[in-house]
């Protein structure tokens, strides 16, 4: 009895020290698939910045704004409930007198609990990288071990991807980025993409729009925390494709409507600026600067920067050039 002791004692150290070994391996190799390792070189002192989901993310280049200190909080599927946990964490990176965009997407005030839909657990593991636990929606200590501590226990594909292309902790390259919605079957891409912003989890059973009351009470606290910091709070929503501004209407009539009347009457109300891109000559038929119906391409980014440094930031101003 004693010897099978001594050999499950054995079996479990060496099971530990192969999967510590295996673990500080990934975390120095793994590609960051999430994009939160921008986190770690966030610089402070931020002149202008943004938040949003991935029409933020991909939404917003600012290669071409060296004059200012920039930084892009936005992450893929990121709500707003989401956007003012990293504000009130970061706030004290953020310059007084900073230009804060704030992206209103379709699907950014509509819908069901995010906690409810089906993707939820899966892109809320990353917060636990970047957020402390009390700011982590639904938090629990066995993922928080998992991300925080060992990612390999999670990991799952990302280690093949790792061991065949592992380029350490900074973001790869978002290949992605670089696309044409030329290259795309665009009519059908538009209508999946307005399918999951407008119907997906947007309606209840008698077919009504959902008005989520979390995220647009965290659109009030974004912008009433901007201004507490001292900040300009700029609500914005990015340029998309003729294509999917059709697909919307075609499948809702009366979305455009409820939208832009609580997206107006928002801004309205906390005299805040906002500026609806959405249709804009410049981008609505340009598949060049689009990588599909709805998300700009770095080309496309890069100018929808440099226009919002021309018609907003340097619009009345407050911020300092010093770098």
Known sequence: MRKLTWK?????LCTGMVIT????WYRGRAADTDYTGKFQDMPGKIQVCNFGSSHGMYGFSYDSLQQYRCFNFALSSQMLSYDIRLLEVYKSRIQEGAAVFIPVSYFSLFGKAEELTGDFESKNRRYYKILPRDRIKNYRLETDICERIFPVLSAYENILKAFVQGEGRR?????EWQKKASDIYLGENARAAAVRH???????EDGNRIYNREEISALYGLIAQCRKIGARPVLVTTPYLKEY???VSSLDSRFYEDFYRLADGIAKRTGTEYYDYSSDKRFAGHLELFMDGDHLNKDGAQMFVEIL????IEKESDICMRK
């Open 171 to 175: 973001a790869p390259a978002m290949e």
């Open 309 to 312: 440094a021309k018609e907003v």
């Open 245 to 247: 501004r059709d697909a």
């Open 8 to 12: 499950i004692l054995a079996y479990l």
């Open 21 to 24: 070994g295996i673990n500080a």
């Open 198 to 204: 407008i119907v997906t989890d947007k309606l209840d």
